[in-house]
């Protein structure tokens, strides 16, 4: 069984450029959340997709966009980047069955803006 | 607004017993999780309560009182590799599964 995966893990973007974060969840897991955790902070929810469709989003604004594949990988898009959106970044992935808070996080890409 | 407080750092010796508490105030909740994260690392999952009581699993316990917004996380025979960051996060929806984290408190253990 594999856990989930990231990439990448290390990125250096500019003001204004545009973002493309990739994540594999566990095998078997139907349902992908992103969070953003900022230094020193707890994990935010961004959004969460679950049969290829936005299922919930958290206070984050529209250039913050995703996907969801029938393999269900999922892509975290960031548009007109800011310097704020420097961050790590995480998937989780869960089965939307388990009527519980675990959540399988993977290693999260850490996302510097200049 | 949602708020979860927890204390920011806490330090114990090897051997020790520490309690990490988290009191919250959130618009749903369905329950209380607690996730270990290393420095560099993933959070992972320790535990979750949904209803009142004490839940244990090896040497980390869990405790949920809903009455009182509270919850702690008991870390027994504490171990050098017990230095983490300990996050407790509030399941709020069970429709879109969205935790709400709090910042967290960091756990050093010294020998």
């Known amino acids: 069984e594999t856990g989930v995966t990231q990439s990448p893990t290390h990125l250096i973007k500019t003001r204004g450029q545009q973002v493309t974060l990739r994540c594999s969840s566990q095998s078997g897991h139907n349902t992908v959340s992103w969070y953003q955790q900022a230094l020193g902070q707890g994990p935010q929810f961004i959004f969460q997709y679950y049969r290829e469709e936005e299922n919930g989003r958290g206070n984050f604004p529209p250039r913050f966009s995703g996907l969801q594949f029938p393999n269900y990988s999922s892509e975290l898009n960031v548009n007109a980047l800011e310097l704020d959106d420097s961050a790590l970044y995480l998937c989780?992935?869960?089965?939307?069955?388990?009527?519980?808070?675990?959540?399988?996080f993977g290693e999260g890409s850490r996302l510097t803006v200049l | 607004g949602q708020s979860l407080e927890q204390p920011s750092e806490v330090t114990a010796v090897e051997g020790a017993i520490v309690q990490i508490n988290c009191t919250y105030q959130?618009?749903?909740?369905?329950?209380l999780s607690w996730y270990q994260q290393h420095d560099g690392g993933a959070p992972t999952f320790l535990s979750y309560?949904?209803?009142?009581g004490l839940e244990e699993t090896g040497r980390f316990s869990s405790f949920l009182s809903r009455s009182d917004s509270y919850g702690y996380l008991l870390l027994q025979e504490l171990q050098m590799k017990d230095s983490a960051s300990y996050f407790c996060a509030v399941l709020m929806d069970m429709g879109r599964r969205a935790l709400t984290f709090g910042s967290g408190t960091r756990l050093q253990v010294q020998p």
């Open positions: 309560n949904a209803l009142d």
């Open positions: 959130t618009s749903g909740f369905y329950g």
């Open positions: 989780a992935s869960s089965l939307r069955t388990r009527n519980t808070g675990e959540l399988f």
